[in-house]
């Protein structure tokens, strides 16, 4: 209640004159306050509503923007107003906080946006009134899982290999997401089958075959045709086997992996055959046997891995624990009490049912479930009043706890559609995002084979200048100053791949390719890419330019199909006009760090440390009339 | 227990569900409280007005602006215009948190609540506040005497003002240096007679009280203090 305190202090203060008769000491002097003790009206002007107010209003919370005077960095002289530009929309409730006390939390506003107007005034969330907070809580719990979500997906094991993976992680990441290649998904697949075949062969052996000649009663098909479903059984086992041990092996975390469910349940439904094998024809440890084979039909369950939906139902039953367990507690409790009445209602009878407490509870759980099966049925009143009593409670304590778990049930499964759908957009997402990103490196790429950066020392190069914005250019200026700092130049991913590859191939095979410096390269360059595209380099031909340049592998030319977001429509002629130049003879840009878009999700250079500072090719094409410069290959990514 | 017992028992069962189901009809409905309802209403449309700006300006010494100052700030906090003890206590106690002000806080309410109504009305509150900031001293003095006068009958016994010293160092807490002895109260207030009282006769009258206080310099020195606090 700060604002009462600041309002009734000097009511306080005033009151101590009943002290000073009474004092034994002499009092000390009261602080000097030489502002205008006048009370004033601020204007506060946000962006274009102005709102009013006192300014002992605004003082009552000093450790805010607008109670102190940061508020004067908003000041502005000609209108004798403090200018924010912020939302009006928010800026009211704030505003509402420093006149009540209170702060309160607008239900239909993002609960982002209003943490970053709390944030910009320099109010803390915790003073949100006891009305609003817990609503602020939820949306606040609520957005943070939707983001750890968000990244989680980002993370997930969608995205690509790091280059240097052993091959037991692959494998792992295989078995864990099958898309990623066809091999595993066509193991997916298998394994999917057979575990249906294992389960319909359990099923089907029970079921009655007709009897062999010589014999009468009907045989189940299992021991009428035992040899071809032990075949079966087998062929399965085998598989599971494999598959187990498989995922044993490229687990990355043995104990953790044994002790999951999953591998419990592989464990458990591969061991039944096993035992079988080990143990002997005895007649009566077979009898053991065949209750071992009811654990067959686990293998039901490893259907989860290849189900989403089993998985969710899994997850429900498991967030419901605590309601499960309130639902059994309370029917366990209704159950006795009703047991032992009923029992004791119908303990006079001849021949009851009821023999026991225990007994009687057989009729309470069937009653209470409303199944009513018919086989105890209570003969005295009593004990009919008391059975009718039980079947309505039963009704009421089993519905109770139901719509919790359906809503839970509701919730992950919705929870779980919105993450495949983010999943599916976020790639559309990304991909446009990319294409936004590539706009501004590639405007800058192009600005510079253009010679823009040089001095204007020909005609021609007019043309190749295109209309750029102030902010472009100054942003342009500054690439460029980094350039010249590290000595480095900017280029795109493709040529730098393809130099890395030419370097690493020429390191390797020493052709009479001259690298003019830097002999130890390191192969650490971009070895995945070396790995993958030497091939395609085997039937490249060397083009050789004049001068100190480099000989490279033929560049793979792709023309970016996406036309970089520049805004000039001398751009397009500029291309025409580079056509013209001797396709053979081009050069490729250089090799540099990586640019330093922070937030490229996807795929990023390889950046080793160790980049040289290859080589800087002459600008100039051989047969290339005017000082047009290469050709760089484009690619929409960086 | 027999067959008896249980039908006997299964019987009164039935009885009580029966009426539990007529309740719901609203046939059997027990004595209800519908004044309860009635008196919360009352309560919150208590509300006053106080006497027009230039009534209080006649009053006190107190100009336009800062009435009007004041009265915003005091109807923000009591949005009803009165300010009952209870709301009183509390806002009081904020100011010393570490110890209990509640017992002085009475008194200061019973000072400033001069009709003995039991709540303070903006007038009440805005003389009060004129007394003590723009008084001259002897009105202040005046109003000291008044409040450590619980009685009102003019006399300021011992067991009032031990009450009252009691209250003072009730709101020091616990936590002080040197502690607080117990009969530190006590021996404030033999202090406190032995120099106010003149006549002895275990009383201080408001002349006695007045004298003795014009006499002492620190005391007249000390009553200027808090003159610019609004």
Redesign the interface.
Known sequence: ?A???A??????????????????K??P??PS?NKS???EILIVNVSGQRFQT?K?TLDRYPDTLLGSSEKEFFYNEETQEYFFDRDPEMFRHILNFY?TGKLHYPRHECIQAFDEELAFYGIIPEIIGDCCMEEYRDRKKENLERLAEDTEAEMATDAPLPPDSTSRERLWRAFENPHTSTMALVFYYVTGFFIAVSVIANVVETVPCRPPKGRVKDLPCGEKYSLAFFCMDTACVMIFTFEYLMRLYAAPSRCKFMRSVMSIIDVVAIMPYYIGLVMPENEDVSGAFVTLRVFRVFRIFKFSRHSQGLRILGYTLKSCASELGFLLFSLTMAIIIFATVMF??EK?TKETNFTSIPAAFWYTIVTMTTLGYGDMVPN???GK??GS?CSLSGVLVIALPVPVIVSNFSRIYHQNQRADKRRAQQKIRLARIRLAKSGTTNAFLQYKEHGGLEDRHSGSQALCVRNRSSFEQQHHHLLHCLEKTTNHEFTDEHTYSEVCMAESVGYRTSRSTSISSHQGLSTSCCPRRAKRRAIRLANSTVSVSRGSVQELDTLHIQKSSIVPQSRSSLNARTQDLKLNCDDTDFTAAIISIPTPPANTPDESLPSSPGIPSILRNSRQLGDCSGSFTHETVKISSL | MGIQGMELFAVGVVIILFVAVLKQFGILEPMSMEDSSDSDLELSTVRHQPEGLDQLQAQTKFTKKELQSLYRGFKNECPSGLVDEETFKTIYSQFFPQGDATTYAHFLFNAFDIDRNGSIRFEDFVIGLSVLLRGTVNEKLNWAFNLYDINKDGYITKEEMLAIMKSIYDMMGRYTYPIVRDDAPFEHVEKFFQKMDRNRDGVVTIDEFIETCQKDENIMNSMQLFENVI
């Open positions: 209640m604002a009462g305190v309002t009734w202090l000097p009511f306080a203060r005033a009151a101590a004159v009943g002290w000073l008769p009474l004092a034994k002499s009092m002097k009261p306050d003790r006048n009370d006192w002992n006149r004791y209602a006079g005295t009143i009593a009043i008391f009593i």
